[in-house]
Nanobody, 125 residues
Protein backbone atom coordinates (compact mmCIF):
# COMPACT_ATOMS: atom_id res chain seq x y z
CA UNK A 1 0.00 0.00 0.00
CA UNK A 2 1.52 3.27 -1.11
CA UNK A 3 1.27 6.24 1.22
CA UNK A 4 1.59 9.77 -0.12
CA UNK A 5 2.54 12.77 2.00
CA UNK A 6 2.39 16.32 0.69
CA UNK A 7 4.46 19.19 2.04
CA UNK A 8 5.37 22.74 1.14
CA UNK A 9 2.04 24.44 1.47
CA UNK A 10 1.60 27.77 3.20
CA UNK A 11 0.76 31.42 2.78
CA UNK A 12 2.14 33.38 -0.17
CA UNK A 13 1.41 36.78 -1.66
CA UNK A 14 -0.12 37.09 -5.09
CA UNK A 15 2.60 36.96 -7.70
CA UNK A 16 4.80 34.78 -5.51
CA UNK A 17 5.93 31.18 -5.77
CA UNK A 18 5.69 27.93 -3.81
CA UNK A 19 6.98 24.42 -4.34
CA UNK A 20 4.90 21.48 -3.22
CA UNK A 21 6.41 18.04 -2.70
CA UNK A 22 4.73 14.66 -2.50
CA UNK A 23 6.81 11.84 -1.05
CA UNK A 24 5.71 8.24 -1.46
CA UNK A 25 6.44 5.39 0.93
CA UNK A 26 5.40 1.78 1.28
CA UNK A 27 6.12 1.09 -2.38
CA UNK A 28 7.59 2.55 -5.51
CA UNK A 29 5.72 5.00 -7.72
CA UNK A 30 8.17 4.59 -10.59
CA UNK A 31 5.56 3.08 -12.93
CA UNK A 32 2.63 5.18 -11.73
CA UNK A 33 1.06 8.19 -13.33
CA UNK A 34 1.11 10.94 -10.73
CA UNK A 35 -1.09 13.99 -10.44
CA UNK A 36 -1.95 17.06 -8.42
CA UNK A 37 -5.53 18.05 -7.70
CA UNK A 38 -6.89 20.89 -5.61
CA UNK A 39 -10.10 21.40 -3.70
CA UNK A 40 -12.14 24.33 -2.49
CA UNK A 41 -15.67 24.46 -1.05
CA UNK A 42 -16.82 26.49 -4.03
CA UNK A 43 -15.35 24.40 -6.86
CA UNK A 44 -14.90 20.99 -5.27
CA UNK A 45 -11.93 18.88 -6.38
CA UNK A 46 -10.35 19.88 -9.67
CA UNK A 47 -7.48 18.62 -11.76
CA UNK A 48 -4.28 20.66 -11.73
CA UNK A 49 -1.56 18.63 -13.50
CA UNK A 50 -0.35 15.12 -14.18
CA UNK A 51 2.82 13.40 -15.32
CA UNK A 52 3.41 9.97 -16.78
CA UNK A 53 5.72 7.43 -15.25
CA UNK A 54 8.98 8.59 -16.82
CA UNK A 55 8.12 12.28 -16.96
CA UNK A 56 7.91 12.49 -20.72
CA UNK A 57 4.28 13.59 -20.79
CA UNK A 58 2.71 16.31 -18.68
CA UNK A 59 -0.76 17.84 -18.77
CA UNK A 60 -2.11 20.95 -17.11
CA UNK A 61 -5.42 22.59 -16.40
CA UNK A 62 -5.89 25.70 -18.50
CA UNK A 63 -5.99 27.82 -15.36
CA UNK A 64 -2.42 26.90 -14.35
CA UNK A 65 -0.69 26.24 -17.66
CA UNK A 66 2.47 28.34 -18.10
CA UNK A 67 2.50 29.14 -14.36
CA UNK A 68 2.78 25.68 -12.74
CA UNK A 69 5.24 22.89 -13.50
CA UNK A 70 4.88 19.27 -12.43
CA UNK A 71 7.97 17.09 -12.21
CA UNK A 72 9.11 13.86 -10.63
CA UNK A 73 12.24 12.31 -9.21
CA UNK A 74 11.76 8.57 -9.37
CA UNK A 75 15.00 7.93 -7.51
CA UNK A 76 13.54 9.84 -4.56
CA UNK A 77 10.01 8.46 -5.03
CA UNK A 78 8.80 12.05 -5.04
CA UNK A 79 6.88 14.42 -7.26
CA UNK A 80 6.80 18.20 -7.20
CA UNK A 81 4.58 21.09 -8.20
CA UNK A 82 6.33 24.40 -8.80
CA UNK A 83 3.80 27.20 -8.65
CA UNK A 84 4.74 30.64 -9.98
CA UNK A 85 2.89 33.91 -10.51
CA UNK A 86 0.32 32.72 -8.08
CA UNK A 87 -3.17 34.18 -7.92
CA UNK A 88 -5.78 34.35 -5.19
CA UNK A 89 -7.83 31.79 -7.11
CA UNK A 90 -5.02 29.27 -6.57
CA UNK A 91 -5.99 29.14 -2.90
CA UNK A 92 -7.03 25.56 -2.14
CA UNK A 93 -6.05 22.33 -0.46
CA UNK A 94 -3.65 20.57 -2.82
CA UNK A 95 -3.58 16.77 -3.07
CA UNK A 96 -1.20 14.45 -4.86
CA UNK A 97 -2.52 11.22 -6.30
CA UNK A 98 -1.16 8.04 -7.89
CA UNK A 99 -2.66 5.90 -10.64
CA UNK A 100 -1.37 2.33 -10.71
CA UNK A 101 -2.62 1.60 -14.21
CA UNK A 102 -0.32 2.32 -17.15
CA UNK A 103 -1.71 4.25 -20.04
CA UNK A 104 -2.72 7.76 -20.96
CA UNK A 105 -2.61 9.97 -17.83
CA UNK A 106 -6.11 10.78 -16.68
CA UNK A 107 -7.54 14.12 -15.55
CA UNK A 108 -10.34 12.53 -13.55
CA UNK A 109 -10.00 11.91 -9.83
CA UNK A 110 -11.74 8.55 -10.09
CA UNK A 111 -8.79 7.13 -12.05
CA UNK A 112 -6.40 7.55 -9.12
CA UNK A 113 -5.88 4.86 -6.53
CA UNK A 114 -3.84 6.55 -3.82
CA UNK A 115 -4.18 10.01 -2.31
CA UNK A 116 -2.27 12.14 0.11
CA UNK A 117 -3.85 13.97 3.02
CA UNK A 118 -3.55 17.38 1.36
CA UNK A 119 -1.66 20.58 2.06
CA UNK A 120 -3.21 24.05 2.34
CA UNK A 121 -2.08 26.77 -0.02
CA UNK A 122 -3.32 30.29 0.60
CA UNK A 123 -2.58 33.18 -1.75
CA UNK A 124 -3.19 36.64 -0.33
CA UNK A 125 -4.09 39.45 -2.66
Amino acid sequence: QVQLVESGGGLVQAGGSLRLSCAASGGTIVTYTMAWFRQTPEKGREFVANINWYGGTTNYADSVRARFTISRDNARNTIYLDMNRMKSEDTAVYYCAADRQPGIPSRTAEAYDYWGQGTQVTVSS
